[in-house]
């Protein structure tokens, strides 16, 4: 196996990454705060997340899906996937969401994205339902943490 395998993917997605949150940052509200649409109890931030949850997030071409992968002290880990949906949706198929390449023609997902809970509440997250989280969707999540990966903020 080629061993730079590994760098070069890690570094492919950290800049996908970074394209894809430069793209869609959006600015805190006119009162120059957040504003979490689900909150589960107080903390520094003025609310939280927790693993399983899926949420609509606002995308320059309508709504995407993110799903919460797990919650640490620096990040919501969160795996963003490449449908996209005109409108906000209300409910969807877990089953029905899809991961891409970064070169797919209809769009692309992240398996693991570490963000702050302040740039991932900027993208107006909607609790859509709650779920499970599988070992298989945590793979990304443990290679970030085996490297001491950062977060985007």
Do not use: C
């Not at 996908?16 to 959006?26: F, G, L, N, P, Q």
């Not at 693993?51 to 620096?74: H, M, P, R």
């Amino acid at each position: 196996m080629n061993k730079k395998f590994p760098v070069v993917t890690a570094v492919m997605v950290a800049l996908v990454s970074a394209a894809w949150i430069s793209m869609h940052w959006r600015p805190p509200n006119s009162t120059g705060k957040f504003e979490y649409t689900f909150r589960t109890h107080e903390d520094d931030d003025g609310g939280t997340y927790a693993a399983g949850e899926i949420y609509s997030i606002e995308d320059e071409k309508g709504f995407k899906i993110a799903k919460v992968l797990t919650v640490d002290e620096k990040a919501v880990h969160v795996r963003l996937y490449k449908n996209v949906f005109p409108q906000r949706p209300t409910q969807v198929d877990p089953k029905s969401l899809t991961l891409g390449k970064a070169d797919d023609p209809d769009g692309f997902s992240i398996g693991h994205l570490p963000l702050s809970k302040s740039l991932f509440a900027s993208w107006h997250p909607v609790l859509i339902m709650r779920t499970t989280v599988s070992e298989e969707e945590l793979e990304g999540y443990r290679e970030w943490k085996k490297a001491g990966g950062g977060v985007f903020n």
